[in-house]
Structure formats: structure tokens, C-alpha cells
């Protein structure tokens, strides 16, 4: 078994995103002990959900089948080669303001290759074309121009995943007044292994890092989105570090000492630095036990959430 390295690091948000909603009414808890008081039994009980998680998947079939899926860790959608031509353009695309001229493919195949760049490959059920241009259409606001789709051709397309840069199946949408398209992956992504090695947890003082913002294998840092409640300041992301694997664990910062709090949670972005490059080490989160999903900033995460 590898040795388990921990690497406390209380890291500061960078900005905050949004509220993740607030829940019907008031709850007692932000004062009913003080962070002080518990604080080393706490660590200790954080430290210790992160090597079981980090023991269960390492050198696990569920790590093996993970890896040997399609997981994407970068937007499946992309647009023009060189940018757009104007703001209103550049507004349009993230708002997912697009209108369809041209008839879609009736034919295309069922199944694709996706190749990384040692040579593996892995073949994937293909989204069709509507559903593809659904995915990155919707309602647009009143009066805005949209982006005006005038063709459709199967295609591929590179993003990112957790062995790299990989070659996907793509929809290639021709627009009106450029000479690139914008392109959407048409590979189905892959799911999370059928018998994940480690249940969640809700015995252990450790938030759920909601989602990944944004990482490269061949950097060491990654960009993630966690949850606090309302009477905590900020989050902190701990990090363990294995060979097989690297566990984050977020935990809330300065609870306040006393009084009620509303049950409302707040989203933060937090950038996490690691000892090496993240390489094809697996990124999970202590409090679900699980991989940790990426989410495009506009749009639901095209993969395991």
C-alpha cells in the first residue's frame, strides 16, 4: 500500500459565486459549541475519512474501471476557433442563445471512438445531433440576437479528461459569419463505477466539494467550488496526497460564536496547490467518498454528478 502523505493546507476562497439557495427557516448549531473546543478532535477525524477514502480506491477495480472511462474535466462545448467577432456574440454563446436554419442529420453513427494520447481508445454511444444542440440552446433573453446555426457535420473535437488531452467525437454547428465552428462533444460520457468503493459520510465535520471549476494533469493546481452555511466566513480545502489518488477535504472556517443561523449555504471558489502534478491520480472528495464532478460554468456537469 502506498504511503499516505497529509498535507494540511487551509486555502482561502478566491471569489464568491453564488448562494446555493436557502432552505425553509432557522436552525440552532453555529453556537452550540465553539470551534475551539473541538477543533483537534475534529482534524483528526477529517484526516482520518481522507485516508479511508484514499485506501478504498487506490490500486480498487473501481479505480481501474474509472480511468478506463470517458470523464470530462473541461467544457464540451467550444466555440469558434480565434473567438467571436463582437460581445453581443460573445454574450449569446454563454447565455446558450442559438436558432437552428438548417436541417439536422437524419444519419450518423451510433458509436465513436475516443482516443488518448498513449493510443488508448474506447468506444462510446453517440449523442445525436438535436439533443446535442439542445444541450447548448436554451430560452434566450428577450431581445438579445442570437447565434444563427446554418449546418450541422459530425466531426471531432480534443478536451480534457483525466488522462490528458483526448480526441472525442464531436457535432460541429456551422454559424452565420464564421469561417470555425462551434462544436459540441458527441461522445456519451461514462458514469461512476457500479460498486464505488466508499459510502459518504455524515459523521465526519467535512463539506461536500460541490464541483470542479477547472484542472490540467500537468499542473499542480485545481480550481473547485465548495459549500459553507451562512455562519461560517469561508471554507478551507485540506489535501492528501497519494500515489493513486488526491483527497480533498473541505472544512468551514471562523463559525460564529453564537446566535441562529438561517439554513442558507454560500458557493466559494478555491484553488488548491499540490506537491506534484495531478497526473491520472484520481481527484475525490472526503465527504461524498466520490470522484468530484466538473461542471461547466454555464451548464449542469456533462458527466457523473
Not at 474506447?122 to 442570437?146: I, T, W
Request: glycine share 8%; hydrophobic share 35%; proline share 9%.
Amino acid at each position: 500500500m502506498d504511503l499516505l502523505r497529509q498535507h494540511s493546507r487551509r486555502v482561502r476562497p478566491l471569489t464568491a459565486l453564488a448562494f446555493a439557495g436557502v432552505l425553509s427557516g432557522m436552525i440552532a448549531g453555529c453556537g452550540d459549541r465553539a470551534l475551539g473546543e473541538r477543533e483537534g478532535s475534529d482534524a483528526d477525524a477529517v484526516a482520518a475519512r481522507a485516508r479511508q477514502v484514499a485506501e478504498a480506491w487506490d490500486g480498487s477495480s473501481a479505480a481501474e474501471a474509472w480511468r478506463a472511462g470517458l470523464h470530462p474535466m473541461s467544457d464540451v462545448t467550444q466555440p469558434p476557433r480565434g473567438g467571436f467577432h463582437s460581445a453581443a456574440d460573445e454574450r449569446a454563446y454563454r447565455h446558450k442563445n442559438f436558432v437552428l436554419r438548417t436541417q439536422l442529420p437524419t444519419r450518423w453513427p451510433k458509436t465513436g471512438q475516443v482516443v488518448w494520447p498513449d493510443g488508448g481508445k474506447l468506444s462510446r454511444p453517440l449523442v445525436d445531433p438535436r439533443k446535442a444542440f439542445e444541450s447548448m440552446s436554451s430560452a434566450p433573453p428577450a431581445g438579445e440576437p442570437p447565434l444563427t446555426v446554418t449546418g450541422v457535420k459530425f466531426a471531432t473535437m480534443t478536451i480534457t479528461t483525466g488522462r490528458g488531452p483526448t480526441t472525442v467525437p464531436a457535432w460541429a454547428f456551422s454559424v452565420k459569419g464564421y469561417e470555425s465552428p462551434v462544436k459540441r462533444a458527441a461522445a456519451e460520457p461514462s458514469g461512476l463505477p457500479d460498486r464505488p468503493p466508499v459510502r459518504g459520510t455524515a459523521d465526519v465535520p467535512v463539506d461536500k466539494v460541490h464541483h470542479l471549476v477547472r484542472m490540467d494533469p500537468r499542473e499542480r493546481t485545481v480550481s473547485v467550488v465548495t459549500v459553507h452555511g451562512a455562519c461560517e466566513e469561508s471554507s478551507a480545502v485540506d489535501v492528501l496526497e497519494t500515489k493513486g489518488s488526491v483527497v480533498l477535504s473541505a472544512t468551514a472556517v471562523n463559525r460564529r460564536g453564537d446566535g441562529l443561523c438561517t439554513k442558507q449555504a454560500e458557493l466559494r471558489q478555491v484553488t488548491v496547490r499540490l506537491d506534484r502534478p495531478l497526473g491520472e491520480r484520481l481527484l475525490l472528495d472526503a465527504h461524498t467518498g466520490l470522484p468530484v464532478p466538473y461542471r461547466p460554468e454555464n451548464g449542469p456537469s456533462p458527466s457523473w454528478s
